[in-house]
């Protein structure tokens, strides 16, 4: 089946429309998600915290997360690795 050039531009902005979409869509909930956990930090912090001092702790928490990956990747690593 051919398709014409017209049709393949159509076809290639829909696609990065759906594209664009999806990811507004999982940056929403990015953000939604990040919205609750200041608020429960805020409030186990106990209430009007500054915003540099929760944003400090939300840096940390990200530090934390990425560590933690690189840690298990290295382990999976090092497992894969005795397997052989």
Request: hydrophobic share 35%.
């Amino acid at each position: 089946m051919k398709i014409t050039k017209r049709q393949l531009k159509r076809i290639i902005k829909e696609e990065k429309r759906s594209l664009l979409s999806e990811g507004m869509q999982e940056e929403e909930a990015l953000f939604s998600a990040l919205d609750q956990y200041v608020m429960a930090l805020d409030e186990d912090m106990g209430y009007n915290v500054p915003t540099d001092q929760l944003k400090a702790e939300v840096l940390n928490f990200i530090d934390g997360y990425f560590e933690d990956t690189a840690y298990a990747a290295e382990q999976a690593e090092r497992e894969e690795g005795l397997t052989r």
